[in-house]
């Protein structure tokens, strides 16, 4: 049973860790990103927070767990431990509204639904119903199925010809 | 392996043009810290487990994703298009990521794997793995090491790795340790967009023009010869992970697809033998992978107690 000083400082703790923006995507929180997956006090007071990769290489994972210790201590919090959680694996489903929002609003495609279920061999191109996030216009077409980062795949828009980046399916 | 930017030891700091950089990570895009990738992950080995025999398996598989990510990532800027030398760079940036944590993995399961390096040394362990073993100490299949031929040959290649790997994963997903588990289970979506990736280029190639459809019956001739050895079994990787002689009609079943789509046939060409049955599982290797180490080894190895 936690005390309600403790919870105090979990919903607190939460509160800030939930602020912190993702170093390639900085529209989006690694709340809103789906990485960051709990927030919890240990008896001597610690804040661990656990955080998953989005790909198994993923640069960037250093730099989220150097962030959230940063703003966490910077906000008087004297003990911050990030923890890696492997399991359950990161899906693109868990990026919320917001995140969907703050991403299109950005010049970046959002995510569709992940596939799930048996890993078919798919020998023609990704089909996916993608609007230009700069013009709105539905006809576009891929230019390469890896982008700037692991977790991207580049379009291009036919009405306006402009390049944009498509997070994924994951 | 971890984040790559070297740090020198603090002494004589006013002379070096880094020093206002040191010491605080945020100057940098990736931190320079040391983190166990594993890091708060439970690594208690699962009962009815043998520790180092699954250390033994997680270096199976880290190594055949090192050494092919290091192959891989020899095509960085010489692709035919900037797009496919992102594709590559990006695939193997998967590999290297998996590679991490199984290193890791095998690293905290059997301590005594890890190669000692001197007092105070800040090298991580999956990095010790990966710089300081000799080629006889790792244990990939030999056709993650193979030299790089032509575009065909990194296309037939990836076709095949990636499809094998696959298999592999998709039933590790269901490991008794709970790690090889959630390893295998973020690989597989990785794996399986390699294995896409390939399969397109593959049908395009074969399915072009004369000269690259010439050059990818070339690149298979050289390729298909290794793949005996992906489904050959080992007492290890039989024991603690997966049979790979029961991925032999899967594998099969999907180059068939692949090929028959291609309109192409597999070469009628005997597997590359072993010396005395050793192949890559048993550190049994080709040439070319003591040359692919030194490659990758030597400034690590020069800086024993260097910070990266």
């Known amino acids: ?170 | 392996m971890s984040d790559a930017h070297i740090t020198q030891d603090t002494e004589g700091e006013h002379d070096n043009a880094y020093a206002g950089l040191l010491g605080n990570d945020a100057h940098w895009a990736f931190g320079t810290d040391f983190e166990d990738p594993l890091a708060g992950v439970d690594t208690t080995i699962p009962d009815g487990v043998d520790a180092s025999e699954l250390a033994q398996y997680c270096l199976m598989l880290g190594d055949d994703a090192l050494v092919y990510a290091q192959r891989l990532s020899e095509w960085t800027s010489r692709a035919p298009d900037l797009e496919e030398d992102i594709a590559i760079a990006n695939i193997a940036l998967d590999l290297v990521g998996q590679a991490r944590l199984l290193l890791a993995r095998a690293a905290a399961a059997d301590p005594a794997l890890v190669p000692s390096l001197p007092e105070g040394s800040p090298v991580p362990d999956e990095d010790r793995l990966a710089y300081f073993r000799d080629a006889g100490a790792f244990r990939n299949v030999r056709l993650a090491e193979q030299p790089n031929g032509d575009f065909a040959e990194l296309i037939a290649r990836l076709l095949v790795m990636s499809t094998w790997r696959l298999a592999i994963f998709q039933r590790l997903v269901d490991h008794q340790d709970a790690v090889v588990a959630a390893i295998a289970a973020k690989g597989v979506k990785e794996l399986a967009y390699h294995r896409d990736f390939a399969g397109r280029w593959f049908v395009t190639l074969a399915r072009g023009t004369g000269e690259s459809h010439r050059r990818l019956t070339d690149a298979m001739r050289t390729v298909w010869p290794l793949i005996p050895e992906l489904t050959a079994s080992t007492e290890t990787e039989s024991r603690v992970g997966v049979d790979p002689a029961t991925l032999a009609d899967e594998i099969g079943v999907v180059l068939d697809q692949v090929l028959a789509v291609a309109g192409i046939t597999a070469p009628e060409t005997p597997g590359l033998a072993g010396v005395r049955g050793r192949t890559g599982r048993h550190g049994m290797h080709s040439e070319a992978l003591s040359r692919l180490l030194a490659e990758m080894q030597v400034v690590a190895r020069a800086h024993p107690m260097g910070r990266w």
């Open chain 1, 1 to 170: 049973m936690m005390t309600t000083l403790e919870t105090t400082a979990v919903q607190r703790a939460r509160a800030i860790a939930s602020e912190v923006t993702d170093p390639e995507l900085p529209m989006l929180t690694l709340a809103d990103l789906g990485v960051l997956r709990d927030v919890a006090v240990e008896d001597d007071g610690t804040i661990v927070v656990a955080i998953t990769p989005t790909y198994s290489g993923c640069p960037a994972m250093a730099t989220m767990r150097d962030d959230l210790v940063h703003r966490l201590t910077g906000a008087g919090f004297e003990s911050v431990r990030v923890r890696v959680q492997l399991s359950p694996p990161w899906t693109t489903d868990w990026i919320t509204d917001d995140g969907r929002k703050a991403l299109a609003d950005n010049g970046i495609s959002p995510p569709g639904v992940a596939p799930r279920g048996p890993v078919m061999l798919s020998l023609t191109p990704t089909r996916r119903a993608i609007q230009c996030p700069q013009c709105g216009s539905g006809d576009t077409e891929v230019t390469s199925e890896f982008g700037s980062t692991a977790c991207k795949a580049l379009y291009r828009c036919r009405a306006c010809g402009d390049p944009f980046d498509h997070i994924k399916e994951h």
